[in-house]
């Protein structure tokens, strides 16, 4: 009769490792990581422009990006909700995922004993917290790959009882592992050199189960073929793939210096550096403290030893083969694309833990327990430093604040705690580039974080642009990983004189100021409202303001100095009002023209993002040309307009309803020799 009880005595310190793993993906959440990473972001979008949008996909074409783990996103933020747990959940659902078929796993190859091992290491390590806790895709490839490999020797193992139905499993699943993440594409590799090494090994067995493997191999395949054929008729959507290539490029060539040194580099990120990029690790931190590391190459040394029993040449040709994608491609090491080697990474621990135990125990009780108590001596340090290093180290970091956005998140946090007020906000930022394939603006990021709807945020560069929301009166978010007004030049700064600024965080990245300057911006509109102003044809003199598009008016300018000598900067400050929702992308470009009309010198800048201002916002733009050296000297006029960076499409130029061009002349500039 089935023992319950016993059942769950054994299981229960798997239990209980599991819980604590649980902790420690959840605790503190939405503080670590301390911001929204620019992936997460990309995935959030994913959901909301495809899925929610009803065009569920196999394949993004976002830099490239295969579809399962979005679905998990997509549970997650529509039964969760828009919040750190809600992202997050998807992540901590894959990595718990994982870490319960690594045990299973290495308990149906191995031993409970080196299952137990590897879960408690696993628990509490920096690599696998960090994707237990991260939305990105990597953490999937880790569960569905190791539920692959178990459901494979759960049917090989078992040959006598009802086959179809776990070979079907199987394949499925081995299909299903090309769907989370790039380095997927070298999971079919393990299970191919498996049935190479079976034939060896086990050629009787291997024959006698011809029919099983058939149905396991075409269930994969059909499985996988969706996505091969389409990645196949349209390589160009692969983009992230032909980024990572270049390594591999340089070796056909016949340079091999590229491909060795990330080789060398991915085999040393468990004991001796780790990942160099502070966003994945603490900066160059192996995989495992150094008394871990030595249980880890211990398990390393047994498994060759006995590499002629099927389940540790398994695990050494997990480790290789997942370590591939990471010794192909820069930089290097890297905990996302080698994320499917912690299914044996762990085990490895667990392989040499348990040796050592063993020949402990071989020897005598006592120094059996002295076994024992060393490792759990171990595992407890290595989870005070993993502990350590991802809650206190790593989130303070400067890097990772940059990569997760942190002062965005903060942002929105403030906003959130505000009490309702109808006090508009401006947020700046030196990033607007919302055409990145692989970063995120904070506009596209706080729309995932802020709770708020009631408050519109108008967005800029104030390095060389300042937003004035409806007259003159607003808050304004400077959000820097640099000191804040570092650099900002004094035609912004003087702006933000009238108030003092407060800190928005403790990392001194982030002011809040709280702006009125209506009265001044009235007075400034009046005096700049003056400068001369032409046609460009026939350059017949008229007024400011000028109507661009029916969509922003230039109110007026200044010029620093109208005369300079050539290798000098000329700098121009203009003046616009929106007067109805501009296009996405707005672009302001300042020409230098010579006496026949040519461009000689110029400077295009996108530094507000338009598509965030309401009608009646004014806002400045500084416009900074560095003049050429060989400049002749001679008269030359300045030429202004808008055009759209998306669709090239500049702006009309009107008066009342005549069309009168696309650029506006303003005043004449004199070159003088150089000295």
Known sequence: MYNSPMRFKTLLPAILLLMLAAGLRVWQIDQVPPGLHHDEVINNEIVEDNIFAGHPAIFYTTGGREGLFHLTVAAAMRFIGYSAIGFRYAGFFWGMIGLAAIYALANRLLSRRVALIALAFAAVSFWSIYEGRAATRSVSLIAVSALAALAFFSAWQTPDRPWLRKWILAGALLGLTLYTYIASRVIPAIFVALLIYLAFTQRRALRSAWRRIAVYVVIAAIVMAPLVIYLSLQPAVDLRFQMLTDSITAARNGD??????????????????????????????????????????????????????????????????????????????????????????????????????????????????????????????????????????????????????????????????????????????????????????????????????DLPIRWNDCRDSLVFPQGGQWRQFILYLMPPEQNLPPSITNWLTSTQPTALNDFGDSLIYNVDVRERLASTLAEVGQAGVAWPEGNVTTTLPMDFGHKVKLLGYQVEKSSLRPGKTLNITTYWQVIDQPPPFLTTFVHLLDSSGQIAAQIDRQSVLADTLQPGDVFLQLHSIDLPAELQPGSYRLSIGLYSSETGQRLPLYEGETLRGDHLLLQPIAIKPPQ
Not at 273 to 297: C, E, I, K, M, R
Not at 419 to 428: E, I, Q, R
Request: glycine residues 6%.
């Open 256 to 453: 091999f210096a590229p491909v060795l040194t990330t080789t060398l580099q991915t085999l040393g990120m468990f004991v001796w550096q780790g990942d160099p990029q502070w966003h994945y690790n603490v900066a160059s931190t192996p995989v495992f403290d150094p008394l871990t590391s030595v249980l880890f190459l211990a398990g390393l040394l047994i498994a060759l030893w006995r590499i002629r029993r099927l389940p540790y040449a398994f695990y050494l040709l997990w480790l290789f083969v997942t370590l591939i994608p990471g010794m192909l491609s820069a930089p290097a090491p890297h905990y996302m694309r080698t994320a499917a080697a912690q299914v044996a990474a762990y085990t490895m621990v667990g392989i040499g833990s348990a040796g050592a135990i063993g020949w402990a125990e071989g020897r005598s009780r006592n120094l059996a327990r002295i076994a024992w108590g060393a490792l759990v001596v171990i595992w407890l340090g290595s989870a005070v430093i993993n502990y350590h290093n991802f809650f206190v180290v790593w989130p303070v970091n400067d890097e990772v604040r940059f990569y997760h956005q942190a002062n965005v998140n903060e942002m929105a946090k403030y906003l959130d705690a505000r009490p309702a007020d109808t006090t508009p906000v401006v947020g700046c930022s030196p990033f607007l580039n919302e055409k990145e394939d692989w970063l995120r603006s904070p506009r596209q990021t706080i729309h995932f974080e802020l709770r708020r709807t």
